[in-house]
């Protein structure tokens, strides 16, 4: 199993990586980090 960090920015297809991530049985998502994006840092938080 490979354990991975994934660093967003919460647009949709950033979103779509962490559903897959999450649900994908040889990985294992340790945590999530946000960067500035389209989104405010709040809203990227509340998205995310």
Excluded: C, H, Y
Excluded at 2 to 21: C, H, K, Q, T, Y
Excluded at 34 to 42: D, E, N, S, Y
Aim: no cysteine; proline share 4%.
């Amino acid at each position: 199993m490979e354990r991975i960090i994934l660093d967003v920015d919460s647009a949709g297809d950033d979103i779509l990586a962490v559903l897959f991530a999450a649900v994908n049985p040889k990985l294992r998502l340790e945590g999530v980090t946000t960067v500035t994006g389209a989104a405010g840092p709040i809203e990227q938080v509340t998205n995310v």
